[in-house]
């Protein structure tokens, strides 16, 4: 049996429904009927969009949205405004998030959500049981800054608390990498691993998935870049899933395009999951357009990007689809004399969260691509299709050109809520120099609904090759 949670509703319009959760999933509950997967349009003290939970069993986090009434937590309140706080106040505040355990109850209006966290080989986790009679307290995770409900009575003296994922993390950094790594670092805070057969040498970057290191092969020495995953949360999962993600990496082998980074290989060795790729001597195109003031011209972009949509029209026809296209996942590499964008990490981020390694992504400590992320992310996250790619893809355009996010955000705003309530500007508005031909192609593949935009990408890139003038 899988990991799974159950979303009992023991109270309100919904009573008697039960919501099963066995994969990675998002759900928001509201009144709106078009956005939210748990709809309470009949409830008046319920917000348009009052929280979002994420789901990765056996995990669960909720965060509320800035609505009017709160959120409760086992009869304490979460969010909401305060007296006298506009909606556009209460939305320009970025909540904490409430990691949720077995037997948790939520509150909002006339409904009460019940959480059963099911786990595989042990079926129901024991429950914390929450007497009306004791109030809760949050207590907030010293390393990652999520809150944790616990017992008022419940003392945490001598030292900072820490949540479970940030122990299990701690625990394996100092018992599990340790045996893995050699004496030489990159930077203060990073260790370099060991990968049989290469010599890793530097760090290149780090991410939401783990670290990217500069190596040389000691069989050819070909400079290649390795990739290491986090797979701390995945502490409690059966190793099937790690032999999964190394079967479906596998597979990106087949996907060979020249403005792909070509995957090499992907191994595990003493717990550490690696992938080799082809190493981009020239770093992000977001780093390397500042060094070249010609990358800098709205046109030159968008040829480099045309390549780009190039690659994605070979690589949806093929079956795959990104999901995390940004600015730092286009590389550039010098071939001769030619600079040649390439789109990196293709397919990764499916498999590493389809294995559970991830996390909780959205409203965990993954979350730096929410701005190039369409709505349909949020409100439909298990079924993306290739047009979230181009919407994305244009907001990596949008953001290089003008150094805005497409969305407008303020500086502390969620950036939740602004994806649910918010439409992209037209980029004209932030950089003028754009050709009104290219900005249209732009606008048109940023529009929120994606019925309204571009559908495939050979019919954006044939758009986008027209405006060039």
Not at 198 to 203: E, V
Not at 328 to 348: A, H, R, T, W, Y
């Amino acid at each position: 049996m899988n990991d799974s949670i159950d979303l009992q509703i023991e109270e309100g319009p919904l009573k008697g429904n039960t919501f099963k959760i066995e994969q990675h999933d998002i759900l928001i509950c509201g009144r709106s009927k078009k956005d939210c997967h748990i709809a309470l349009p009949k409830d008046g003290y319920i917000s348009r969009h009052h929280f979002l939970l994420e789901v990765n069993p056996p995990l669960v986090q909720i965060r509320d949205l800035g609505s009017r009434n709160g959120t409760y937590i086992n009869g304490t309140k979460y969010g909401g405004r305060t007296k006298g706080e506009s909606i556009a106040q209460a939305a320009a505040k970025t909540y904490p998030t409430v990691r949720l355990q077995n037997g948790d109850r939520i509150r909002v209006g006339k409904t009460v959500i019940h959480i059963v966290i099911r786990t595989a080989g042990s079926n129901v986790q024991p429950e914390i049981v929450h007497p009306a009679t004791v109030r809760m307290k949050f207590a907030t995770c010293s390393t990652c800054g999520i809150q944790i409900p616990v017992m008022a009575d419940e003392a945490f003296s001598g030292g900072q608390f820490q949540c479970e994922s940030c122990q299990a993390l701690k625990a394996q950094s100092f018992e599990k990498i340790r045996s893995q790594i050699t004496s030489e670092q990159s930077d203060e805070n990073t260790i370099v691993p060991q990968v049989s057969g290469f010599q890793m040498t530097a760090l290149l970057g780090k991410g939401g998935m783990g670290e990217v290191f500069l190596a040389t092969s000691l069989e050819d020495g070909k400079t290649v870049a390795i990739k290491t995953f986090h797979t701390a949360q995945q502490s409690q999962k059966s190793n099937a899933s790690a032999h999964e993600f190394i079967r479906e990496c596998e597979i990106l082998d087949s996907l060979r395009h020249p403005n792909i980074v070509q995957f090499y290989d992907v191994g595990v060795e003493n717990s550490l999951i690696y992938c080799v790729m082809e190493f981009c001597s020239l770093g992000t195109l977001d780093k390397y357009r500042l060094q070249n003031e010609d990358l800098m011209s709205p046109v030159r972009m968008a040829e480099i990007f045309i390549k780009l949509l190039d690659a994605l029209h070979y690589a949806h026809h093929s079956g795959y689809i990104h999901r995390d296209i940004k600015p730092e996942n286009i590389l550039v590499q010098q071939e001769k004399e030619m600079v040649i964008p390439k789109l990196s990490d293709f397919g990764l981020s499916k498999n590493y969260q389809t294995a559970g390694f991830s996390g909780l992504t959205v409203t965990g400590s993954f979350s730096g691509t929410l701005d190039y992320m369409p709505r349909e992310q949020l409100t439909n996250y298990k079924y993306i299709n290739p047009i979230s790619d181009l919407w994305s893809l244009a907001a990596s355009y949008y953001y290089l050109i003008s150094g805005c996010y497409p969305r407008h955000r303020n500086d502390g705003d969620d950036p939740l809520e602004i994806i649910l309530t918010n439409d992209a500007i037209p980029i004209r508005e932030r950089a003028e120099s754009v050709p009104t031909a290219i900005a249209e192609v732009i606008d048109r593949a940023l529009l929120t609904q994606p019925e309204e935009r571009f559908q495939n990408a050979s019919e954006m890139l044939n758009a986008l090759t027209q405006a060039i003038p």
